[in-house]
C-alpha cells in the first residue's frame, strides 16, 4: 500500500515536471516566443530594455517594482515616434498645404494660401503656424474637421511609393503599443498635432483599438456652439438639440515642451510610468515621467532617426544616443532596432519633395 501510494506521488511529481518543461518553466522542450520579435531587430537592446522592464513592474511578487494595473499610465507622442513626418513633414501641415492649395482654397483667405505656399522641408513647426490652422478650420464643425482628416489619410504622398498618409505607421512601435495593451497598460498618444486631427488619425490606424478617444491629447483650438462663436463664454447659453460645436478660428495652446507635461497633469492626473518621443519637443514629457517624485518605477525611451535607406532619417546615432542615455532616456534606432519599418508595398521614393505645381499661383 505504501509503495502503491509512493508511485502516486512520483508519477504526479514526473507529471508536473513535464508540463512545467512543455510551459518553457524549465528550458527543456520549445519555450515560449519572446514578445517584441516581429518586427524589432533580434539584438535590439532597446527591445530588451522594454521586456525587461515590464516583466518587472507587472510581477506582483515583486513589491519593490510592481506597478498596479491602474497605474499603468503610458504616453507616446505619435509624428516622428508612432507614424511618418516625413512627408516631407507632418501630417497636419502636409493636410493644412492641401486644404488650403488645393482641396478648398476657395475657403481660406489669401494670407492663408501664402502662408501654405511658403511651406518647405526643414520650417519650424511653431504655434505661429499653429495659429494659421485654427484659422483655416474657422466655420467647420467638430465632426466636419474630423472627416476631412480622415480624408486626407487616403491620399497619396510623394515621399514614399504605395503610401496614403494613413498608412504611415512604424510597424515595430503598433506593436509595442499592442504589447503594452496586452499588459494591461493604458495607453495615451500626446501629440502637438490639433486633437481632433490626431484622434482621426489614431482611430484610423492599426492602433485604434488600443487607444481610445478619451486617451488623445493635443494641441487645443477654440470651439463654441454655432451662432455663439463671438461671445467670449458659452457659460450662458444651454446646448440643445440639433446644435453644432465649431470652430471659431481662435487657438488656445500648441501641445508640445513643457504644455505637453501640463495637459498630461490636467487630463490623466497622474505621471506615466513610460514616455516615449522623437525630440527636443517631448524631452519635458520624458522628463516628467522619469522626474524622482515618481512612485513608481519609471522609463523614457527616445526614437532616433538614423536611416536614410528605408527612411528620410538624417540624424546622427553617435550623437543623438549619447544626448539622450545622458538624459536618462532609452534610445531607439530606426535603423538598427526596427527589423521592419513600413509594409513591403511601402517604398522611399527617389525624392522626398516635390514642389506644388500651383504654389506661384497661390
Known amino acids: 500500500m505504501y509503495l502503491k501510494r509512493s508511485n502516486r506521488i512520483l508519477s504526479v511529481i514526473l507529471i508536473m515536471t513535464m508540463l512545467f518543461c512543455c510551459v518553457g518553466i524549465t528550458g527543456c522542450g520549445s519555450s515560449a516566443p519572446r514578445d517584441l520579435t516581429e518586427?524589432?531587430?533580434?539584438?535590439s537592446q532597446a527591445a530588451e530594455s522594454l521586456r525587461n522592464y515590464v516583466a518587472k513592474v507587472?510581477?506582483?511578487?515583486?513589491?519593490?517594482?510592481?506597478?498596479?494595473?491602474?497605474?499603468?499610465?503610458?504616453?507616446?507622442?505619435?509624428?516622428?515616434?508612432?507614424?511618418?513626418e516625413t512627408y516631407y513633414t507632418y501630417y497636419d501641415t502636409m493636410m493644412f498645404i492641401n486644404y488650403c492649395l488645393v482641396d478648398h482654397p476657395d475657403k481660406v483667405s489669401e494670407e492663408l494660401k501664402a502662408a501654405a505656399a511658403e511651406i518647405r522641408p526643414g520650417y519650424t513647426a511653431g504655434e505661429e503656424l499653429a495659429r494659421n490652422f485654427a484659422k483655416a478650420y474657422a466655420g467647420m464643425t467638430v465632426q466636419e474637421l474630423y472627416d476631412y482628416a480622415?480624408?486626407?489619410?487616403?491620399?497619396?504622398?510623394?515621399?514614399?511609393?504605395?503610401?496614403?498618409?494613413?498608412?504611415?505607421?512604424?510597424?515595430?512601435?503598433?506593436e509595442l503599443v499592442k504589447y503594452l495593451y496586452d499588459n494591461d497598460f493604458t495607453i495615451y498618444v500626446v501629440s502637438g498635432t490639433e486633437r481632433t486631427t490626431t484622434r482621426a488619425i489614431v482611430a484610423n490606424s492599426p492602433i485604434a483599438k488600443y487607444v481610445s478617444p478619451a486617451h488623445v491629447i493635443g494641441t487645443e483650438f477654440e470651439v463654441k456652439v454655432k451662432g455663439n462663436e463671438d461671445i467670449s463664454s458659452n457659460m450662458d447659453y444651454k446646448y440643445a438639440d440639433g446644435d453644432e460645436l465649431v470652430f471659431t478660428g481662435g487657438f488656445?495652446?500648441?501641445?508640445?515642451?513643457?504644455?505637453?507635461?501640463?495637459?498630461?497633469?490636467?487630463?490623466?492626473?497622474?505621471?506615466?510610468?513610460?514616455?516615449?518621443?522623437n525630440s527636443g519637443s517631448d524631452t519635458s514629457m520624458m522628463n516628467y515621467a522619469i522626474d524622482e517624485r515618481n512612485t513608481y518605477p519609471?522609463?523614457?525611451y527616445m526614437i532616433v532617426a538614423d536611416d536614410d535607406v528605408r527612411e528620410w532619417g538624417t540624424q546622427d546615432w553617435a550623437e543623438k544616443s549619447a544626448y539622450y542615455a545622458e538624459k536618462g532616456y532609452v534610445p531607439v534606432s530606426?535603423?538598427?532596432?526596427?527589423?521592419?519599418?513600413?509594409?513591403?508595398?511601402?517604398?522611399?521614393?527617389?525624392?522626398?519633395?516635390?514642389?506644388p505645381e500651383n504654389s506661384d499661383a497661390a
Request: charged share 25%; hydrophobic share 35%; proline share 5%.
Open 39 to 43: 518586427y524589432w531587430s533580434a539584438d
Open 252 to 277: 488656445i495652446q500648441k501641445n508640445l515642451n513643457a504644455n505637453k507635461t501640463i495637459w498630461i497633469e490636467r487630463e490623466i492626473g497622474q505621471r506615466p510610468v513610460l514616455a516615449f518621443g
Open 334 to 355: 530606426m535603423k538598427n532596432d526596427f527589423y521592419k519599418i513600413y509594409p513591403d508595398t511601402i517604398r522611399k521614393s527617389d525624392q522626398q519633395y516635390v514642389e
Open 150 to 174: 480622415v480624408e486626407f489619410g487616403q491620399k497619396y504622398t510623394d515621399s514614399f511609393s504605395n503610401m496614403r498618409y494613413c498608412d504611415g505607421f512604424y510597424l515595430p512601435m503598433v
Open 58 to 84: 507587472t510581477n506582483n511578487q515583486d513589491p519593490e517594482n510592481y506597478i498596479p494595473v491602474k497605474d499603468r499610465i503610458a504616453v507616446f507622442d505619435m509624428d516622428g515616434t508612432l507614424t511618418c
Open 298 to 300: 519609471a522609463q523614457a
